[in-house]
């Protein structure tokens, strides 16, 4: 059923209402913005639960999402302070992400936008952290540098308009997330790792000398040389029988892998002339870069536009802003819409 083509000759609205639904991993996030205002936003969560087997469950999280999905869209709708006629469009998450996870948020997208008479807009979750910006800093207008630091994508990218964007450099092997979900196995920290690798390295100090940085052309990152390194020093020190800190090891490696995105981010604003560097993904979550960040920003004299904590990690006012740009650009889907387990970043240059 052709379902976009009701909305052919739909008059957009300045302010849309939109409902943002987001179901990609182990959170249940529902939010309502009006443009770029963030009326409500409410995520449950099943990583304590997940937890107990050290990474996310597919089967767990999906059944996790179909106990909470009525419940959060009810929530942010209440939240609100709208009647749900008062949605001009649904936004959901299609990709990418645990098929099953994304299935539930997307068949519930696709019921509510029906039954309501809105548009459905289908959202790449990735673009949707890149999103998150706009929510923070209405005003934000490309150009701008986007530094993605997620748990699949890490790169910097040149925000042309709001839909175009230019990679400028990505990482040629694991995502900066990853690196640190990875380090969090190695020390034997508890899932969620990234957190659990900045809590720990409060405590240490980053004097163990680990690669800081993909010393390549561009902006491309690496993180598995500083992966086998850590695992390496680790091992090194088990087999000799040495003591060592396990905090100064989490410092080290929360060093390394953040100084390359602060510095890329900068020069890349600073080589493109570009006035402003806004952040996002679950890494930009991470108390030690959004520091890092800030200081390398006013020192470079660049505008630094890092949405809060919890709009880097998984969220649906992310997806409601993106949501939000989708709308404006008509980009509106039919109900066959289906849910992609991967949506590659695009290729370095325009897409
Ligand atoms: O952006 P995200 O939802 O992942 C994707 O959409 O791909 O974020 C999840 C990633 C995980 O790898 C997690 O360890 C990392 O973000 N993360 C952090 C922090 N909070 C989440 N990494 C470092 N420090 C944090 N505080
Ligand atoms: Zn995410």
């Given at each position: 059923m052709e379902y976009a083509k009701r909305f052919e000759d739909l008059r957009l609205?300045?302010?849309?209402?939109?409902?943002?639904?987001?179901?990609?991993?182990?959170?249940t996030a529902a939010a309502v913005v009006r443009g770029r205002r963030l009326l409500s936003n409410v995520v449950f969560t099943s990583a304590p639960e997940q937890a107990k087997y050290g990474g996310v469950v597919p089967e767990i999280a999906s059944r996790a999402h179909t106990d909470a999905i009525g419940e959060a869209v009810e929530q942010a709708v209440r939240e609100a302070g709208i009647q749900k006629t008062d949605i001009d469009a649904v936004a959901v998450t299609y990709g990418a992400g645990l098929l099953g996870a994304l299935l539930v948020g997307l068949s519930f997208a696709k019921s509510y936008a029906y039954t309501l008479g809105v548009p459905l807009i289908g959202v790449n979750h990735i673009r949707g952290h890149m999103a998150a910006a706009y929510l923070a800093d209405p005003q934000l207008r490309p150009p701008f540098i986007m530094l993605?630091?997620?748990?699949?994508?890490?790169?910097?990218?040149a925000t042309h308009t709001e839909?175009?964007?230019?990679?400028?450099?990505s990482t040629r092997d694991d995502a900066a997330g990853e690196a640190f979900d990875k380090c969090a196995r190695v020390l034997g920290l508890p899932y969620p790792g990234g957190p659990s690798v900045e809590r720990l390295a409060r405590e240490?100090?980053?004097d163990i000398e680990f690669p800081k940085m993909f010393r390549g052309n561009g902006y491309d990152f690496s993180?598995?040389?500083?992966?086998?390194?850590?695992?390496n020093y680790c091992h090194t020190k088990q087999q000799k029988g040495e003591a060592y800190s396990r905090a100064d090891v989490?410092?080290?490696?929360?060093?390394?892998?953040c100084g390359a995105l602060a510095e890329r981010a900068v020069a890349a604003a600073l080589e493109k002339g570009y006035g402003t560097v806004a952040a996002g993904g679950g890494v930009i979550a991470n108390g030690y870069l959004r520091e890092l960040l800030a200081q390398n920003c006013a020192k470079a004299g660049v505008r630094l536009v890092l949405p809060e904590k919890k709009y880097c990690t998984d969220n649906a006012?992310?997806?409601a802003a993106e949501g939000l740009v989708q709308y404006r650009a008509r980009n509106f889907a039919d109900l066959s819409l289906n849910a992609c387990a991967h949506i590659p970043l695009g290729k370095k240059g325009k897409q």
């Open positions: 609205k300045a302010e849309p209402v939109i409902l943002g639904i987001e179901s990609s991993c182990d959170e993605l630091a997620s748990g699949g994508h890490t790169a910097v990218i839909t175009e964007f230019e990679i400028l450099g240490g100090k980053a993180y598995s040389g500083l992966k086998t390194a850590v695992i989490a410092a080290s490696f929360q060093a390394a892998a006012a992310m997806i």
